[in-house]
């Protein structure tokens, strides 16, 4: 038995990506060490060729700083090995200042921001999403792993909504309880976008484990803790697939079901 499909939350604009941290920290120590050098050199003329030498480093540290676009993309795997250096090295600090969270949400902000640019003006033709399996109600025994179309949509999880929206949209989609599965996955579909959500810690090793892929990550919200009836938002992953990728060619035809348990 089928009833008529229920509005979706609404997807509006993406939120802003709050960057400032990563950033500041990512390109603002190389250019401080690049004018040190500088000034060095000026002042300190028996080591001008050593200072010379760290000034060279420090712009080549902070020039991928700058990429946007398709350069950005080009050089997206070895902008995200150095990037990701700087995100684990400094990791240990922000944990020991209470902004763990905050710094790994900085640096996936900051690689938001240009995907987004990215993306802007020609859209993704080959998205994958990706989700963790702890975003369904634990008691739940629906077979969601197997058939996202098991889910009853009975509104105890965002399952039902992300299932609704994907069958709308005809997103291709992956729902994994382990992230090595998840990487496998992505590498065998070879997606141009990979649209993800996670925690904090798995996106930040989602992100250094395929460098190559551009990623637009969402976090999860953990209201019970790690790994159980976590929950995000429908709305920002629509606002995501709205903005970043290309919809699916007879998305319109296909209507969403409603299911009775
Ligand atoms: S919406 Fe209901 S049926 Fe679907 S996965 Fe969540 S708890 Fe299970």
Redo the contacts with the bound molecule.
């Keep these: 038995m089928t009833t008529a499909p229920r509005t979706l939350p609404d997807p509006g604009a993406l939120p802003p990506e709050r960057y400032g941290a990563f950033l500041t920290v990512r390109r603002g120590i190389p250019l401080l060490l690049t004018a040190s050098a500088f000034l060095a050199a000026l002042i300190h003329a028996a080591g001008r060729g050593w200072w010379m030498l760290g000034l060279v480093a420090g712009v080549a540290s902070a020039w991928p700083t700058f990429l946007r676009g398709p350069a950005y993309l080009r050089n997206r795997t070895s902008i995200m090995r150095w990037d990701g250096l700087w995100a684990r090295g400094l990791r240990p600090l922000a944990r020991r200042l209470g902004r763990e969270d905050a710094w790994i949400l900085s640096f996936c902000a900051w690689h938001n921001h240009r995907v987004r640019e990215a993306f802007q003006h020609r859209k993704a033709r080959r998205t994958l999403v990706l989700l963790p399996h702890c975003i ?2 634990s008691p ?1 025994k ?1 077979g ?1 792993l197997e058939d996202l179309q098991t ?7 965002a ?2 909504d992300y299932m609704q929206a994907a069958l709308a949209g005809r997103w291709e989609s992956r729902i994994t309880n382990r992230s090595h599965k998840a990487y496998r996955e992505a590498r065998a579909y070879r997606p141009e976008l990979i649209v993800a959500v996670s925690c904090t810690d798995r996106l930040l090793k989602g992100l250094i484990k395929l460098p190559e892929v551009p990623t637009y990550v969402i976090p999860l919200a953990l209201p019970h803790g790690m790994c159980v009836d976590t929950d995000f938002s429908v709305a920002h992953l629509r606002a995501a697939m709205d903005a970043l990728a290309q919809p699916a060619a007879a998305a319109a035809k296909v209507l969403p079901l409603r299911r009775e348990a």
């Design positions: 369904q109600w739940c629906a969601i889910c009853y949509d009975c509104g105890k999880c399952v039902g």
